[in-house]
């Protein structure tokens, strides 16, 4: 199973604000929908408030370390090796793991892939991605920085594969 990690960062690594995301980029959006769609996510408690709801079409696997009330269609795991286990034995081919930034730090050692929009901004995050080896990553694909419709900030999506 391919473990894979999906964000956007500012220039700086900002990731969010107070539990949100500090920009609106409906391109951003959409195209984590397309990657993400049919697959389990991986993400931590807090992520999973302030998204405020299921994600239609997808697996949703909360990490915490205590429990708490979820819908019937998010899965509760008490750490990130069993959430991971959940998907493999369930015949996940590519899990995305989706934040927030406690989650990226701890499984950006065992990540194969990055789907990573840059955000052309620096923003007043107070929660960061965590710093990567550009040594031991390789991108695979960048489509040009463009301000899309409706998006607050240009962006430039990249995919980053783990040099074996």
Same mark, same amino acid.
């Given at each position: 199973m391919?473990?894979?990690?999906?964000?956007?960062?500012?220039?700086?690594?900002?990731i969010?604000?107070?539990?949100?995301?500090?920009?609106?980029?409906?391109?951003?959006?959409?195209? &984590?929908?397309?990657?993400?769609? @049919?697959?389990?996510?991986?993400?931590?408690?807090?992520?999973?408030?302030?998204?405020?709801k299921?994600?239609?079409?997808?697996i949703?696997?909360? =990490?915490?370390?205590?429990?708490?009330?979820?819908? =019937?269609?998010?899965?509760?795991?008490?750490?990130?090796?069993?959430?991971?286990?959940?998907a493999?034995a369930?015949?996940e081919?590519e899990?995305?793991?989706?934040?927030?930034?406690?989650?990226?730090?701890?499984?950006i050692?065992i990540?194969?892939?990055?789907?990573l929009?840059?955000?052309?901004? =620096?923003?007043?995050?107070? =929660? &960061? &991605?965590?710093?990567?080896?550009?040594?031991?990553?390789?991108?695979?694909?960048?489509?040009?920085?463009?301000?899309?419709? @409706?998006d607050? &900030?240009?962006?430039?999506?990249?995919?980053?594969?783990?040099?074996?």
């Amino acid at each position: 199973m391919i473990i894979s990690l999906i964000a956007a960062v500012d220039e700086k690594g900002g990731i969010g604000k107070n539990h949100r995301l500090p920009w609106h980029l409906p391109s951003d959006l959409k195209r &984590f929908k397309q990657l993400t769609m @049919g697959h389990h996510i991986l993400m931590g408690r807090k992520t999973y408030e302030s998204i405020g709801k299921t994600l239609p079409g997808r697996i949703m696997l909360v =990490v915490s370390h205590r429990q708490f009330d979820s819908p =019937v269609d998010v899965i509760y795991q008490n750490s990130i090796p069993a959430a991971i286990a959940y998907a493999e034995a369930n015949g996940e081919n590519e899990l995305f793991i989706i934040g927030g930034s406690e989650i990226f730090a701890q499984t950006i050692e065992i990540t194969d892939k990055i789907y990573l929009t840059l955000v052309l901004t =620096v923003s007043k995050a107070d =929660v &960061f &991605f965590p710093r990567i080896n550009a040594a031991d990553w390789q991108t695979i694909t960048t489509l040009t920085a463009t301000r899309h419709e @409706g998006d607050e &900030f240009v962006t430039e999506f990249k995919i980053l594969q783990r040099k074996h």
